[in-house]
Every structure is written in structure tokens, then in C-alpha cells.
């Protein structure tokens, strides 16, 4: 009974929220074209036709429980807190599609995001990293390091940087041949087993 009652909470606080127009409501029946492009922890990603004129990506939520209800909430929050960097995925505001009865646990909220047409910069670098040049590469690893940064002088806290677990368990790589020399210095710098020895996110920056 506690659950259910904090996940009406939860609820009634996102149903406040649109009511009062903090967030855009996006209407179930102006999306067309849904696919499914990917998968996370806490539900699906789908792009979805708006209008047809432009695309969107929806981040949906799998069981609207306690625990989802709440992390819907805390991604709400924290995506208004963060959209005037543009190196960030932009946040558009929630479409709520039909439940199959009234129960309202039954609710289906997404998120309307931009949707970026490369996909995961994952697999955008897999496809086409042989044809960047070190420019290209440079210039992204600057544009994470700039939202990282703008991250943290937040307080906020990056989750899922599978990158940095395997680091820290121990995975380093070989430098790449041709590689920047620069570049190498900076990146074995991060990899130091003390703390305090290691460049923060703000002396990568100037570095």
C-alpha cells in the first residue's frame, strides 16, 4: 500500500507539473511512425514522426511503479535544470499516451527529446571513425568534456560511464599509432590510482 501511495505522489506531482505548464504536453495522436532504437535500464527509446515534419525521440518507462515513478520525476527535474548547454540532448517536454484501462499505474509517460539522427555516438565513431580526423575526434572529446563539465558544476553526477568502470578496474588501452602525444599524456594522467594525482574535469579542460 506504501508503494502504490508514493507512486500516486509521484504521479499527481508530474500531473501538476503539466497542468500548470512547466512541461509541453505532446499529444498521443500527433505521433506517427514509432520505432524502436533502443533499450536501457528503465525502459525503451523510440523515434517517432511529430506532425510529420520533424522527429522526436520518446524515452519510455517499464512498469510505472514506485521506483520508475520516481525516477521519472528526478529525469524531469534534472533535464530542466541542464538544457541551456548545447552539447546536451535537448528536452522537449512529456506525451502521454492511453493507458489500456483507468488504473493510474497504468499511465504511460515519455519523454520528448531530441533526436539525434546518428544514433549513439558509440556507433556513429564505429562507422565512421576511419574517417574523421584527428580534428573531428578532437573536437568531440571536447564537446564531452564540456558537458561533463557543465555536469559538475551542477552537482551533478554522470551515471552508466561503462568506460571509467572498466578503467577502474583495471583496462587500459595501447596508444593508438599516430596518436597526438599530447593527447596520450593527458588521457594516462586520468588513469592514476590516487585521487588527488588525477586531472579534474576542469584542468582537462584548459589542458
Request: hydrophobic fraction near 35%; glycine fraction near 4%.
Amino acid at each position: 500500500m506504501q508503494n502504490t501511495k508514493n507512486t500516486n505522489e509521484w504521479i499527481n506531482w508530474i500531473e501538476e507539473s503539466i497542468s500548470k505548464e512547466y512541461y509541453r504536453l505532446y499529444k498521443q495522436k500527433h505521433f506517427s511512425n514509432i520505432q524502436k532504437v533502443g533499450i536501457g535500464g528503465f525502459g525503451k527509446v523510440y523515434r517517432a514522426s511529430w506532425k510529420n515534419s520533424k522527429y522526436f525521440a520518446l524515452k519510455s518507462f517499464f512498469n510505472l511503479d514506485d521506483v520508475t515513478a520516481k525516477e521519472i520525476v528526478h529525469e524531469l527535474k534534472l533535464q530542466r535544470d541542464i538544457q541551456f548547454h548545447n552539447n546536451i540532448i535537448k528536452f522537449y517536454g512529456i506525451a502521454k499516451f492511453d493507458p489500456e484501462n483507468d488504473d493510474v499505474q497504468s499511465k504511460n509517460y515519455l519523454l520528448v527529446m531530441e533526436y539525434a539522427d546518428s544514433g549513439p555516438l558509440k556507433n556513429y565513431l564505429k562507422e565512421n571513425f576511419n574517417n574523421l580526423t584527428w580534428n573531428d575526434k578532437y573536437n568531440l572529446a571536447y564537446q564531452l568534456a564540456c558537458a561533463v563539465s557543465c555536469l559538475h558544476n551542477k552537482g551533478i553526477v554522470h551515471r552508466d560511464l561503462h568506460s571509467a568502470i572498466e578503467i577502474s578496474q583495471g583496462l587500459r588501452e595501447e596508444p593508438i599509432p599516430n596518436t597526438p602525444e599530447d593527447y596520450i599524456k593527458i588521457y594516462t594522467e586520468c588513469w592514476n590510482g590516487e585521487p588527488n594525482n588525477r586531472l579534474t574535469i576542469n584542468q582537462l579542460m584548459k589542458e
